[in-house]
């Protein structure tokens, strides 16, 4: 599988300039854009159908869809719509979603890992083209299948951060969304659950798998910004990177060899904007991808060499337009050159 370099959609891109942005990075040469569903933007499914419909050859991912928020059968319609009207363009990521957004739409459900692996299994097995009855806990269909299945399926990829849940990944889909930031330790420890997952199959609880996985994707969020002077480009993502310190993203940070002395500034700080200014250079060389489109371009293939396949960079900065032309800047540097 090729490794390919992506860019995020922003979510809060005005409605003006949402198809051009999308243009513009197929024009520059990204490999795929990647629409994301936070609450309370933009719906997932909606955006990838304006931007696949808006151009001709870029790859549209969404990451990700909250399981818990659709009826599995009609969310699989709408997916294999996408995936029969846009052939080979289409990757879809789907997670139990971040615990607060869902108790705030009242959808977290009691069992998030069931929830999850449950619609995993549904939709990959619908999509493939099976009539499915089933009665699970989260999930019940009877006779239920598509009357026009599309003729290539796309991955469906779990959105998942945690051990356990990278594990149910590596079980019952065809790859996984990692959500920033992401090192290549965080890689090492993310393919480690996926092998885990993989090998036990329904052995912990999971999903009787009723198709075979595919290829394995592993797409790999991360705030950029690059600029000829790395201090303005690590200046741009340090607001981005104020959140990391929440206990949501430990799983990103123990593995890091400064994981002790990033707890310490993340507690001794007033307040997330504190900790954010604080974080010393070299921590946010490796928290993002950032700095000139040269050291840009080498994170870039040392996270593909760790076992991405997809990269995709979260635009850092107030113009999101004037982002996306100075990320582009990194794929003019030739793959290992820079």
């Not at 609450?39 to 050859?57: D, E, K, P, S, Y």
């Not at 059968?73 to 997916?79: N, R, S, V």
Request: hydrophobic share 50%; net charge negative.
């Amino acid at each position: 599988m090729s490794a390919a370099i992506a860019v995020m959609l922003p979510r809060d891109l005005p409605a003006g300039q949402f198809l051009a942005y999308a243009r513009r990075a197929e024009e520059l040469g990204f490999d795929e854009i990647w629409v994301v569903e936070d609450c309370f933007f933009r719906g997932g499914i909606a955006q990838a159908a304006a931007v696949l419909g808006a151009t001709t050859h870029i790859r549209v991912g969404i990451g990700i869809l909250p399981a818990a928020a659709r009826n599995t059968a009609f969310a699989t319609l709408e997916l294999s719509t996408l995936a029969e009207l846009f052939p080979g363009r289409l990757l879809v990521g789907i997670g139990h979603g971040m615990p607060g957004w869902m108790r705030q739409s009242g959808i977290w459900p009691a069992s998030p890992l069931g929830m999850l692996g449950e619609n995993l299994d549904l939709i990959r097995t619908l999509l493939q083209g099976d009539t499915v009855t089933v009665t699970g806990r989260y999930t019940s269909t009877d006779a239920v299948g598509l009357a026009s299945p599309p003729s290539t399926v796309p991955p469906v990829l779990a959105g998942v951060r945690g051990p356990k849940s990278l594990a149910l990944a590596g079980a019952a889909a065809d790859g996984v969304v990692l959500a920033e930031p992401v090192t290549p330790e965080y890689l090492a420890a993310a393919i480690n659950a996926l092998d885990a997952g993989a090998a036990a199959g329904s052995e912990h609880g999971f999903p009787q798998l009723r198709q075979p996985l595919g290829a394995r994707h592993i797409v790999a969020y991360n705030v950029a910004a690059v600029h000829e002077d790395p201090a303005t480009a690590r200046a741009a993502v340090r607001p981005a990177l104020e959140w990391i310190g929440d206990p949501d993203w430990a799983p990103h940070i123990r593995v890091l060899p400064f994981a002790e002395e990033f707890a310490a500034l993340r507690a001794g700080s007033a307040d997330r904007a504190e900790f954010a200014r604080n974080l010393p250079d070299d921590w946010v060389d490796q928290l993002a991808v950032v700095g000139t489109a040269a050291s840009a371009r080498r994170r870039i293939d040392a996270l593909h060499a760790a076992g991405a396949t997809s990269v995709v960079l979260l635009p850092a900065g107030d113009d999101p337009g004037k982002a996306l032309e100075s990320l582009a800047a990194v794929l003019s540097v030739a793959p290992g050159s820079a």
